[in-house]
């Protein structure tokens, strides 16, 4: 799975990292390499959560590409 982050750094030097098309899924880091191991970390979290809250037939899922 391929996912755009958006990597900023505050006011305080931190690098604060975001994935628009998962609401809610920030990290940071006091380098941007940190910020970006520690996002892929909160993608993993956040898909694990969503995943778990979904009640549906696997029978049914397809894959597609765009």
């Avoid at 975001?18 to 993608?43: F, M, R, W, Y």
């Amino acid at each position: 799975m391929k996912l755009h982050v958006v990597v900023e750094q505050d006011e305080s030097g931190y690098y604060v990292a975001e994935v628009p098309a998962l609401p809610g899924c920030l990290s940071q880091g006091k380098t941007h390499d940190e910020a970006i191991a520690n996002i892929k970390e909160a993608i993993e979290g956040w898909l694990e959560v969503m995943e778990s809250k979904q009640s549906f037939d696997r029978t049914n899922i397809i894959e597609v590409a765009v």
